[in-house]
């Protein structure tokens, strides 16, 4: 399952963003990619709920990417969070490594 997400991740969208992955994700146990690339700005708070997103993940054993641009992909770097992530920067490589 492939979330595309366009404009912000940050305080004011981070409740909404984990209110409607946790809704969609919750009746299966599909891979998730989080596909970022078409993002504008990443703050704190949407690292924050990536984070959250991440951890949801790992505590129901459901594989997951988070996909980003160059900017979301310096961003999760700076702050050493692309393994915990399972950061890519092409959605294809992501996808075909979630499905194998």
């Known amino acids: 399952m492939v979330f ?3 404009g912000q991740l940050d ?3 981070e409740s909404q963003f984990m209110t409607y992955v946790t809704d969609v994700l919750k009746p299966n146990k599909s891979p998730a990619v989080i596909d ?9 708070s949407g690292l924050g709920v990536l984070v ?3 951890k949801q993940c ?11 641009n160059a900017r979301v992909v310096q961003t999760v770097k700076l702050v050493k969070l692309e393994e915990f992530l399972h950061l890519s920067e092409d959605l294809d490589k ?5 499905s194998t």
């Open 4 to 6: 595309h997400f366009t």
């Open 11 to 13: 305080a004011y969208s």
């Open 36 to 44: 970022l690339i078409k993002i504008d700005f990443l703050d704190s």
């Open 52 to 54: 959250q997103f991440a």
């Open 58 to 68: 790992k505590d129901s054993k459901r594989r997951f990417a988070v996909v980003g």
């Open 94 to 98: 992501a996808v075909s490594q979630l």
